[in-house]
């Protein structure tokens, strides 16, 4: 049976949540996601840095037209004030869920103070959530890892003061942030955090299957997922795992065709979205992700990331696809 998941006063039309990624989860992707069966996709990171807000990076980053509700972004920085800025603008532009980023292990965020690297300093996670809630009228929701180090999972402390503070959910991934993607995850203080609160926990990490996606919620007890790395060349694992969740039956693996429609809608949106320069461009890592199963040699993938133009982009995809229907092999 499903869990229903619940952010501040939205239902979500299922637990199964796309995990925000920096340079992944623009809105062409939250879009695909959501139609392929995500119940909510969260934005790529906005920095709370306002001196950064007027890039077009930025802009695009705000950018939510077209987008189903409720709409969640997540924001990143060290600074209570300026994150509490950040929460304000962002819900001035359609945003109706704030998401604080104090999961990310990336260096260049966590040299700055940002991402997980707050956890280490428990009094200043507080004045950054009491700051944000106070700031915003919409939920503000917090994803984190499970604590610094092996020896500092901290993720249990961090929670209370969370549901003190007036954080309406949490996303856990399950790992610390020494681990960074290393290893793989532990669900263990997911479930003690979530027998801790009793506000929305969502688990994190290494979900791959619909398998994995069953094992994980009956593990931990969590109210839904979050679903990042797995979703990307595969937007359609939302659909499978919440089928399997719903009826334990396996759903059929798309088709070559379907592959090259979800691919090709994706890449279209892509140029419209970025611009005929930077589309095709950031097009080339989505197109990385789909075709890992089908081009095992990369010859075709280095073909495709040496074009520039959008269209010829969306002509050799389609050529690919004709020949691998037909048992060929696309001449590179």
Known sequence: ??????????????????????????????????????????????????????TRKSRLRLDHQGEPEPRSVQIAGGDPEMLANAARLNAEHGAQIIDINMGCPAKKVCNKAAG????????????????????????????????????????????RMAEDAGIQALAIHGRTRADAYKGCAEYDTIAEVKSRVSIPVFANGDITSPQKARQVLAHTGADGLLIGRAAQGSPWIFREILHFLETGQQLPAPDLNEVEQILTEHLRALHEFYGEVMGPRIARKHAGWYLQAHDESRAFRKRFNAIEDGLEQRDVIQQYFAALRNGEVFAA
């Open 116 to 159: 997980s690297a707050l956890m280490k300093d428990e009094a200043l996670v507080r004045d950054i959530l009491q700051a944000v809630v106070a700031a915003v009228e919409v939920p503000v929701t917090l994803k984190m890892r499970t604590g610094w180090d092996q020896e500092h999972r901290n993720a249990p402390i961090i929670a």
């Open 1 to 54: 049976m499903l869990p229903t998941a619940n952010i501040g006063p939205y239902t979500l039309p299922n637990p199964l949540i796309v995990a925000p990624m920096a340079g992944v989860t623009d809105r062409p992707f939250r879009l695909l996601c959501r139609r392929l069966g995500a119940g909510l996709a969260v934005s790529e990171m906005v920095i709370a840095d306002s001196k950064l807000w007027h």
